[in-house]
Structures are given as C-alpha cells and as structure tokens.
C-alpha cells in the first residue's frame, strides 16, 4: 500500500505523515529531506541552485541515503548524517531552488519510487500523487493558508532556538510556494484523483480522522 501526501511547505505533511505511517505501521518517507540534502551539498560546495552544469555534477558523486522508518527520515548525505542540518532555515530556499532542475528531479523520482516499490510506505512531497506515485493507493493534497503556515514555521523554529522573524518567513513561504508551484518540472498541484485537506483551521487530531476514515471506508 502506498500513501501520497503532496502540499505547501508547513501545511502539516510531514506530521501527518509520521502518525499515519505509526498508525498504520508501514514506513514514512519525506522526500522533501532529499531535496534539502542536496541543497545542503550544494551550498557548502558554494554552488549556486540554478546552475544545472554544476549541480548535476556534483550529482554524479553525491550518495543520499535516506533511511526511513516509522517515525522520521534519517538522511545521510556522502556518509554524514545531515538529518538536523537540513532543517535549517537557508537551506530550504536552496532545496526549493535546487528542485526545480531536472537532473535532480530524475534522480530523486528514482530513488524514491525504488523506496516505495520495496515496502507500504507513506510519502510526503510535492510531486507524489501526480508524478512518483501516480497509481497510489491513496493521495492527499494538505493545504493551509500562509500565514498559518508562516507562523506554525516561527513557533518550529523558535523552539529549536533558531533566530527569526514570522514576516520574514511569510515572505520567504510565499515565494516558495511560487517557485514550486510554477516550475518547468513537475510543479507542486493537486492530482485530479487527490483529497484536498484545508488544515488551517484544523488541528492534526482533525487531519489524522478525516485520513484515516478515508482510508478504512476504503478498505
Ligand atoms: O517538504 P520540504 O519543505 O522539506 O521540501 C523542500 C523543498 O524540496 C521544497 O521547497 C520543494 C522540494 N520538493 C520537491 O520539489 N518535491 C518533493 N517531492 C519534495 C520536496
């Protein structure tokens, strides 16, 4: 059984995504967590996200390991776990950036379907329903207004003791959802066969039921 869960940042994908995946016992999956990964190899190589020369060749020798369990993502770039330092705020902007190339698209769609082939999995993204897992059993498109996402990203971050300011991540989330929405390659939509969830005014208790009595009305 495979799970499709695509959506803005900050709607409450990956939350979800961890409960389902426990509730259901099957592996969770944040593709996002590739993305970053390579954002983070990208911006200590001091390589810009737009230069698909570069980027795809530093693809060439860049091993991401992604081990994915029931509850998070462990992500492991060249070897070194790089799970925390891909959180941080500048490297989302990157991974946004460095998305929207094909190279990168051909290769993280790969990766990812061979996950998903190998056990039930949920998976989070962008592009799941639509482009990696057209056939899943069961898609989901979670949504949120910006500034509820904005402000669910400041209390994140804040409680990780990183400096910020809840403008500057609403500006900085609505041009990501531009960016990732209006790409060339597989750009963030709702798949026509996709469940679309506003959780703005619904807290994850909400999103978990209206989830799961799809997916067992379903059974
Ligand atoms: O879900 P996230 O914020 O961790 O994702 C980081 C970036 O990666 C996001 O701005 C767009 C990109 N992404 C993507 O293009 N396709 C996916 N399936 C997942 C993420």
Redesign the pocket.
Known sequence: MNIAIDGP?GAG?STIAKILAKELNITYLD???M??ALGLKAYRNGILPTDEVSVEKILETTVIDVVAGESNTLVYLDGEDVSGQIRQHHI?KM??DI?ALKCVRIYMVDLQRKIAARRDSVLD????GTV?LPNADYKFYLTASVDERAHRRYLELMARGEECNEEQIKEDIAK?DYN?MNRQH?PLKKADDAIEIDSTHLDIDGVKEKMLCIIKAAK
Request: proline share 0%; charged share 30%; glycine share 10%.
């Open positions: 940042s994908k593709t996002g967590a993305y970053r989302s991974a946004s998305s993204g962008r592009d799941i990696v990501r990732d597989s």
